[in-house]
């Protein structure tokens, strides 16, 4: 049986061509199919529209809600645990990502090509001011996270029950969803597709998010953030060094006569911003480090109820 998990947040718009497109799948999909619909705390009206449609639609399928907007890794992560199948596939609610792709991504699970399936972006008909950001984005993450990362980036993917089951063992918190797929290994296969013009609603996907994501992404899986550290402060050492070396033969040749206050207080302050930014970093590592002692879990499922058994 196939698992089709769909996380969902602020798409209300888009739940009547959502649910035609999941059983337009259904149809093609030649076996067992249950979606698995997991409402990440929406605030409009997305749990209600499923919960009313679901009953009366040809496929089997789940609906859980969330105690609370948890974001959207978490989201998959409970309909990856609750899920039924044998196979799985994760598809966006906003449907920029073809719904197709399930179809390929089954396709090449059920032949046993691969053991994860990734959906590649080789093309966006987003318009320019988020084409670009999205670019930012991916090529920042590539170069600083995880190198093997498409150009275009991962949204969507399928896996297998081994590597679901081995993903779910990854209990992180604040962590990078796509970097454990890399990270993991694995049969790997990317799908190309053209990501599709937005017809309903706003991406939650803020500015904000991308930026806390990114940090989430660094701190969880590269040490670069400590490797800038000890080249600013081995850049800063080198450069008072010089400093004190060059105030020392103007001291003795007479060309300074009285210490500069201008200049010691901006040796205080540029020394004193070195060493917040440090702090700053390490307090990262350390409180990450600290939520993932408290063992809370990843995302707190208030209502699970199924359908068309």
């Given at each position: 049986m196939l698992s089709l998990v769909i996380p969902v947040y602020k798409n209300e718009g888009s739940i009547p061509d959502l649910l035609q497109a999941v059983d337009g799948l259904r149809r093609s999909i030649d076996g067992d199919f249950e979606a698995v619909f997991v409402i990440d705390g929406s605030p409009d009206r997305c749990?209600?529209?499923?919960?009313?449609?679901?009953?009366?639609?040809?496929?089997?399928?789940?609906?859980?809600?969330?105690?609370?907007?948890?974001?959207?890794?978490?989201?998959?992560?409970?309909?990856?645990?609750?899920?039924?199948?044998e196979r799985f596939a994760v598809m966006a609610a906003d449907l920029q990502e073809p719904p197709e792709l399930v179809l390929q991504m089954d396709?090449?699970?059920?032949?046993?090509?691969?053991?994860?399936?990734?959906?590649?972006?080789?093309?966006?008909?987003?318009?320019?001011?988020?084409r670009v950001p999205s670019q930012i984005f991916w090529g920042l993450y590539r170069r600083y996270v995880v190198a093997e990362v498409p150009v275009g980036g991962v949204d969507v993917f399928g896996c297998n029950k081994v590597f679901r089951d081995t993903l779910l063992t990854l209990d992180e918190q604040h962590t990078s969803l796509i970097a454990q797929l890399f990270w993991l290994g694995f049969r790997r296969k990317h799908i190309t597709y053209v990501r599709q013009e937005r017809q309903?609603?706003?991406?939650?996907?803020?500015?904000?998010?991308?930026?806390?994501?990114?940090?989430?992404s660094v701190f969880a899986f590269t040490d670069l953030p400590i490797r800038l550290l000890i080249r600013v402060g081995g850049t800063t050492a080198l450069l008072a060094a010089l400093f004190g070396l060059g105030v020392g033969v103007a001291r003795l040749s007479g060309w300074i006569a009285v210490p500069g206050y201008a200049m010691t207080m901006t040796a205080i302050?540029?020394?004193?911003?070195?060493?917040?930014?440090?702090?700053?970093?390490?307090?990262?590592?350390?409180?990450?480090?600290?939520?993932?002692?408290?063992?809370?879990?990843?995302?707190?499922?208030?209502?699970?109820q199924q359908f068309g058994q």
């Amino acid at each position: 049986m196939l698992s089709l998990v769909i996380p969902v947040y602020k798409n209300e718009g888009s739940i009547p061509d959502l649910l035609q497109a999941v059983d337009g799948l259904r149809r093609s999909i030649d076996g067992d199919f249950e979606a698995v619909f997991v409402i990440d705390g929406s605030p409009d009206r997305c749990y209600e529209l499923l919960r009313d449609a679901l009953p009366g639609c040809g496929f089997t399928s789940q609906l859980i809600l969330l105690s609370r907007n948890f974001g959207s890794f978490a989201a998959i992560r409970t309909g990856l645990q609750l899920a039924k199948g044998e196979r799985f596939a994760v598809m966006a609610a906003d449907l920029q990502e073809p719904p197709e792709l399930v179809l390929q991504m089954d396709q090449v699970l059920r032949a046993d090509e691969a053991d994860v399936v990734l959906g590649s972006r080789e093309g966006r008909m987003d318009p320019l001011m988020t084409r670009v950001p999205s670019q930012i984005f991916w090529g920042l993450y590539r170069r600083y996270v995880v190198a093997e990362v498409p150009v275009g980036g991962v949204d969507v993917f399928g896996c297998n029950k081994v590597f679901r089951d081995t993903l779910l063992t990854l209990d992180e918190q604040h962590t990078s969803l796509i970097a454990q797929l890399f990270w993991l290994g694995f049969r790997r296969k990317h799908i190309t597709y053209v990501r599709q013009e937005r017809q309903h609603g706003k991406s939650a996907w803020t500015f904000r998010k991308k930026v806390n994501y990114m940090m989430d992404s660094v701190f969880a899986f590269t040490d670069l953030p400590i490797r800038l550290l000890i080249r600013v402060g081995g850049t800063t050492a080198l450069l008072a060094a010089l400093f004190g070396l060059g105030v020392g033969v103007a001291r003795l040749s007479g060309w300074i006569a009285v210490p500069g206050y201008a200049m010691t207080m901006t040796a205080i302050v540029f020394l004193g911003a070195v060493n917040l930014f440090g702090l700053g970093i390490v307090g990262s590592y350390a409180w990450r480090a600290y939520e993932n002692t408290k063992s809370r879990p990843l995302a707190i499922p208030m209502r699970v109820q199924q359908f068309g058994q």
